[in-house]
């Protein structure tokens, strides 16, 4: 089988940033977090922090009684995704990138100038140069090669950090058989279930299933696609199922864990959720609401709606349910909260309300130049009076599923410098 494709895993990604980014950091254990607070989990970990036992989703508590030492670094989403762009364009310099598969990693289909095992191995060697003298030394990566994009990704795990593994015919399953199934991307815990179901619970008897049974347990085409992908055949990319629900979740800084604090953030994350919406092209024929308590207890709720991208009309939903809460949950502090907009729809199968038709075109305008004004300005230029007093809550996120664009969610940081390095230029400047 030929190598077709090369998949680049960036090692401890965000960690690795901030310490390119802040020699002070570099060889310390650190962690990243979403908010400076004990209480709030780690959202990546340094590879000396990994070294000593400390991986994501565990508290700062517990990670500090690991390591007494340890630094904990606010995370900076904007300052990640413009490192991802970077490493984007560099990685495109070598060889083309055919599929982001998330913000620290990407998978290269190779030419038939780079299938041959030296070429291969030296395009590696390539990319890992480029990128240590073009962006930072700090920015390893584990990069896989293999004759699909599947084994591409797992070779890529098999050595970390900043390691190189080429998976060919030779090698397939045998360097393989040490994983379980559940390593492989696609065979997640319901799967692992319907393979215990049927006594497959190694590597060695997952290569050893027939097509027919992976048809089984999947009962769908990706099943055989899954069977073909892992004895090396090459197959399209999976797409990505367009999102049934759009929105944002928030942990609440232990300043902001009361109700009014919360409504105010609800509304921040309400009006981020539906400029994405808006931006996608969809609206929304529902929006759900979420709060979490200390005591593990848990509020949601959803209101239907006629499909909307109005943020006024979200607004008003939002405070019905907030209002409607059961009178016992009040008494509670919060300390996580959420809002999505659900039923979407794209906004070319919207049928406008007959009577409602006209306001619904002045709204779509009104927000359409809110919309233009925080993306040039930056956010929060103009935003409605709910979210007053939690216009810095619920910074930006980085989701595994997507990497966010600061130009929508955020304030564009070179606007903004540049407002404060000169006066305005006489003619306007080309952005």
Sequence with gaps: MALRYLTIDFNSFFASVEQQERPELRGQPIVIVPVLAETTGTIAASLEAKALGIARNLSVAEARRICPELQV????????????????????????????????????????????????????????????????????????????????????????????????????????????????????????EKLRGRGITTMAQLYEATLDDFRGIWKSVRGEQMWRLLHGEDLPFFEQQEGKSLGHGHVLPPSRRNHDAALAVLHRLLQKAAMRLRHSGRCAGGLTVSVDYRDDTRWSAELRLTETQDTLLLTQALNQLWKNRPASDRKRAPFRIGVHLVHLLDLRLHTPDLFEQRTEDM?????????????????????????????????MRIAFTRIPEPEIEEIDRTFEGRLKKKPPSPEPEAW
């Excluded at 990693?105 to 060697?125: D, H, I, N, Q, S």
């Excluded at 929060?380 to 809550?393: K, M, P, Q, W």
Aim: glycine share 8%; with cysteine.
């Design 73 to 192: 670094v606010e995370a900076r989403p904007e300052t990640y995704i413009t490192y991802h762009r970077r490493l984007v364009a560099v990685i495109e310099s070598c060889v083309h990138v055919s599929k982001v598969q998330s913000i620290d990693e990407v998978t290269c289909e190779l030419t038939a100038r780079f299938a041959p095992r030296r070429e291969a191995e030296a395009l590696a060697k390539r990319i890992k140069a480029a990128i240590a003298r073009e962006v930072g030394p700090l920015l390893r990566s584990s990069i896989g090669i293999a004759p699909s994009w599947l084994l591409a990704k797992v070779a890529s795990d098999l050595k970390k950090p900043d390691g190189l593994e080429i998976l060919d015919d030779d090698d397939i399953p045998s360097k393989l058989l040490m994983l379980a199934p559940g390593d492989i991307a696609g065979i997640g815990p319901a799967i692992q």
């Design 363 to 395: 709204r779509g305008r009104l927000f359409q130049a809110v919309d233009h004004l925080n993306k040039v300005l930056g956010k929060n230029t103009v935003y409605l009076g709910g979210a007053h007093g939690a216009t810095e809550d619920a910074p």
